[in-house]
């Protein structure tokens, strides 16, 4: 009995949580609630799989919300194909894996783009050069530790509890240090173009003192022939 991804991964929801609505499905597949009801109607009530145990009314709506339940069996259907089931779910953890290092290095490169802007503006500090170069540093290891995190699939129907908490954190300490960073630059750039503007003031005072020691010594000189 051959049923497509979608509804594969539709029991094995309902198995962990019991009832749930269409909508709810979906949002946990984050998929579209269209794609929820063609498994329901192509694949899983047909066979007895699922079964709809209630059903909203939504006022103001033409649609009603359907709440589904795993059968006993559907349940027989999982486990005798828990191991297609979990390819499933190895799937969809290598596609959050993969996603996490696009992002991540989409982030780097938009820092590097950043920095060259920066260094342009700023290549006669010394200080903003050791900083940038720390960025990178810390971008070159999160990147590296999110490749490790993907070259660990082949274990993850051990560990994916764990794997999974540990991307979660890796993207939202990636996402911290991201706008931490930004902001550490921008304050750097701020302080180098205040300390130009301040060059800029001293030097104008010094050539106005200047002008004005010229003006002294011309009128010194002229009253010397006189």
Wanted: aromatic fraction near 4%; hydrophobic fraction near 30%.
């Amino acid at each position: 009995m051959a049923i497509d991804k979608t509804a594969r991964r539709i029991l094995t929801v309902l198995d962990e949580h019991g009832e749930l609505p269409g909508p709810r499905i979906a949002d946990r597949l984050d998929v579209a609630s269209g794609s929820v009801s063609h498994s329901m109607r192509e694949h899983l009530l047909p066979r007895g799989l699922v079964e709809t145990v209630r059903t909203e009314t939504n006022p103001g709506s033409a649609r009603d919300t359907h709440h589904y339940q795993l059968t006993e069996q559907g349940q027989g259907w999982l486990d005798e194909h828990g191991d297609k089931v979990t390819i499933d779910s190895l799937d969809d953890l290598q596609d959050g894996v993969e996603q996490a290092v696009e992002v991540a290095e989409s982030a780097r490169e938009s820092v590097q783009s950043y920095r060259q802007k920066l260094a342009r503006a700023n290549d006669r500090s010394k200080e903003n050069k050791d900083r940038i170069d720390e960025i990178d540093g810390d971008y070159a290891s999160m990147v590296e530790l999110l490749r490790i995190q993907k070259n660990a699939r082949e274990h993850a129907d051990e560990h994916a509890d764990d794997l999974d908490a540990r991307i979660d954190y890796t993207q939202e300490s990636t996402k911290k240090t991201l706008q931490r960073l930004a902001r550490e630059l921008d304050a750097q750039r701020n302080r180098v173009i205040d300390r130009i503007e301040e060059l800029e003031e001293t030097v104008a005072n010094q050539q106005e003192r200047i002008d004005e020691q010229a003006e002294q010594i011309e009128g010194l000189e002229s009253r010397r022939w006189f």
